[in-house]
């Protein structure tokens, strides 16, 4: 069994967090479940595998879910200078190449999508699925702010994010956790993790040959509701859920009602008794 795969048996829950080398560095990934198909998730600007961790808790009976601290986020640290969108694309490929994944459903959440994206057009044979959550096919928004922000002071950058990003009622403690998952990147991680994006161009949706489901919280602050309409539109065959008084991160405010989501997208992938 090659390192960081899960074994058991269908609908048992397995946790297993390892370190994996992929294209010269050591990544931090964790896996969930030993469900018949597999669903990798990816995180948003320097957010780690931690803002799908409620998702997977809910579908690891049925799914096994796998996600990793991207490079410049969480555990997983690297030169910034090495951080570009072709880098990021590909250490995604490395990482199913690394846990013998030949397909699965991906998921990418406000950044990640981006990544999603482009994964999902360079190599559409590893993909059965792609979720987008709250993301754009570019970069968008205060990238500016952000990348000055992050380079002058940090935490200050990472208070205003996160409570932009959370705002549900209630959420204090989910604000709390964001903010411990983000301060984990190196400063310079995380400017260079958006600037590496100025300029980029937007990934070609129209070649995007999976069923996708597009969820979008309608409250989001960071990337406005319109644009993920506008993307699900644009998109050969995809599906459009608004969630209604939803923030920026709804896998961490509302994990069920992205799991059902995700569930009903793509039922006809799980066996009739594992829905």
Known sequence: MAPGCVAGEPGSLIILGVFIEVN????????????????????GWVGSWEVWQQPFELMSDRWRCISYDHIGSGETVVPPESITPEALVADLVGVMDALNIEKCVLGGESLGSVVALGAVVEHPDRFEGLVLVDGAPRVTGAVRMLIEGARSDFPA???????????????E????WGRHILLRAEPESAARILECYKGHPAVPLEQVAVPTLVIHGTLDAIVP????RRMAAELPDATYLGLEGAGHVPTLT???????AIEERFSFLLPAVAR
């Open 225 to 228: 509701e319109a644009l993920g």
């Open 173 to 176: 403690h989910l604000k709390r």
């Open 254 to 260: 509302r994990p069920e009602a992205v799991v059902a």
């Open 157 to 171: 950058t990472i208070e205003w994010f996160v409570d932009a990003c959370l705002p549900e009622p209630g959420s």
């Open 24 to 43: 010269g560095h050591r990544v931090n990934s964790v896996s969930f479940g030993s469900g018949p198909r597999t669903f990798l998730a990816h995180g």
